[in-house]
């Protein structure tokens, strides 16, 4: 099975840079996108023979996650369960035979951490009991954009970044929580080595430079990691700045 996940950055920007040439070539099982802006009916494509599930931030233009399925999910669930947590539109869980698929937008901590204690107090614990009790019935993937570089070789520049927004150690060790949840990192399974990452500043050609940071994941149930085949990231891939990540598994 093929998974895929993008912070696309807009959803409406990016099916107008080659969005579905992408889909074509890939021909993933699954794609999960982040940060869609946009509720479904601002979005003129029709997304034939994808089933397509949205979950838009009340706040327009911000936000939001969508998952494009060829196969109908088993069952499909918006946020997490919690009212304070759950009008941002930051996550979809997508029920599959073998396991739940889990798409987040994790929050971004903002210039000056003014999310900070938010992020790391109120949605991580928030977010681990939302696995947690999937875990309970079947194993789970979860994929997306968590903004955070969990180590200092997921990032370019990690001493000029050290309190900054996605690599603060409270960020970092938020992350830590949510593996010890029972989750492996897939892409580290497969790659120990640095310079691979998956967002690039717009500015001072970071991307060109390959001054980046890796901060999209899939991350797997550590019952199911024997499944895996392969990791991805697709640094090559344009149209956002980030780039899409992805996931093989013998399911």
């Known amino acids: 099975m093929k998974l895929l996940s993008w912070n696309v950055n807009g959803v409406r920007s990016i099916l107008g840079k080659g969005f579905g040439d992408y889909l074509a070539r890939e021909e993933p099982d699954v794609l999960c996108i982040q940060e869609t802006k946009a509720r479904r009916e601002q979005v003129e494509h029709d997304f034939q023979g994808w089933h397509v599930f949205w979950n838009a931030a009340q706040r327009p233009g911000y936000s939001g996650t969508a998952v494009l399925s060829r196969k109908k999910p088993l069952s ?77 070789i997921d990032l370019a520049r990690p001493k000029e970044n050290t309190r900054n927004a996605g690599f603060t150690a409270e960020e970092r060790e938020a992350f830590d929580r949510i593996l010890g949840a029972g989750f492996v990192d897939s892409f580290r ?63």
């Open 76 to 152: 499909v669930e918006n946020g997490i369960g919690r009212p304070e947590h759950d009008t941002e539109g930051r996550v979809i869980t997508a029920e599959f035979p073998d396991f739940f698929l889990v798409n987040v937008y994790t929050p971004n901590s903002q210039r000056e951490l003014t999310r900070l204690d938010y992020r790391t107090r109120g949605w991580t614990p928030a977010f681990i009991d939302h696995l947690v009790r999937l875990k309970k019935r079947k194993p789970v993937v979860f994929c997306g954009d968590m903004n955070v570089a969990h180590r200092e």
């Open 189 to 251: 399974e497969f790659e120990p080595g640095g310079g691979h990452y998956t967002w690039w500043s717009y500015q001072n050609g970071a991307r060109e430079r390959n001054i980046g940071w890796r901060i999209d994941y899939f991350c797997v149930s550590a019952e199911l990691a024997p499944a895996m085949q392969s990791a991805c990231i697709q640094p090559l891939v344009m149209g956002s700045d980030h780039c899409p990540v992805g996931l093989a598994l013998d399911v």
